[in-house]
């Protein structure tokens, strides 16, 4: 069904006839906010989108094309709906973020993963020795990443700590409230490999 998403305007229709249905029952209230895509333009959550570079999937928000689709498609959605705060959640590197126009959100979004701090310091501690559809693997990273957390505790939950302090620091610079719904430890993708490392 996302694969038939082609525009932002697509996009945004699907929202708010969503947001039409939750009105008819009454519960249009209940919304804090809405992320129109999760950790856009990944591409297990936005198939439909083709960023410029096209290698520009996970993390690849801040380009223009990309830019183009996020502030029309809000820019629809608020039109119909005006108290319903409609964001995109990102995994952004602190520097496009702190320099992008994000003028157009109500909310900053980023979701922040401890395998990415450090450039990726995680990844290469724990290793990625299995396909990820083998079940050997999930108990092998298990293993290596309770040890590998468990011998600097302090160092990762450190990592973190920066992380999440850096974006508040990007959220100030914006005048955007910062929202993260996602800080996690435990992370496995087909491009960077495994870590389960602290807590999410």
Known sequence: MRRLIRTPAD???IWNVTFEIIRAEGLLHTLLFVDLCNEWPGISCAPFFVN???ELIWGGWHTAPSMQWLTESVRL???AFRRIPPIYSFNPNPAHAANADLAFLDLFEPHIWIAECNGGECYREV???FPLADPRGSYARQDKADKTYAARPGCWQN???TEIRTYSEVSRRHGKPLVTTKCWGAIDNEKNG???TGAG
């Open 11 to 13: 996009m945004a229709r």
């Open 159 to 161: 990592l973190v700590t």
């Open 77 to 79: 959605v608020r039109a």
């Open 127 to 129: 290793g990625h020795e």
């Open 194 to 196: 495994p870590c389960s």
């Open 52 to 54: 410029q570079p096209p």
